[in-house]
């Protein structure tokens, strides 16, 4: 299984900026979709954006135009460049990779992202 480990979250002021990194452990990093969830208490866990193999793009309608996923296979790492943050971003972000020809899931711990004043 892929061990997943997430950085760079925090507090942030609104309209502020956050990058959040996830290591992957493993070395097929190129076989799998990485992808960005998060999860506010009561709440349902949702997408936020994910990114194929062969790094296309996809986002949640509330954060298009503001965060951009990417993943560097040199580094086995996915991130996402979080921009003009809002309060309502604020939640628990988890990364997830998945490989569909192998059907493997992994998540990481998750990392809290705060936005504030």
């Known amino acids: 299984q892929v061990q997943l480990v997430e950085s760079g979250g925090g507090l942030v002021q609104p309209g502020g900026s956050l990058r959040l990194s996830c290591a992957a452990s493993?070395?097929?990093?190129?076989?799998?979709?990485m992808a960005w969830y998060r999860q506010t208490p009561g709440h349902q866990r949702e997408m936020v954006a994910k990114?194929?193999?062969?790094?296309?793009?996809e986002y949640a309608d509330s954060v298009k135009a503001r965060f951009t996923i990417w993943r560097d296979h040199a580094k086995n790492a996915s991130f996402l460049d979080m921009n003009n943050l809002r309060p309502e971003d604020t939640a628990v972000y988890y990364c997830?990779?998945?490989?569909?020809?192998?059907?493997?899931?992994?998540w990481g711990q998750g990392i809290q992202v705060t936005v504030s004043s």
């Open positions: 997830n990779a998945f490989n569909l020809p192998m059907n493997r899931e992994s």
């Open positions: 493993t070395t097929r990093f190129a076989a799998y979709q």
């Open positions: 990114i194929s193999p062969g790094s296309n793009p």
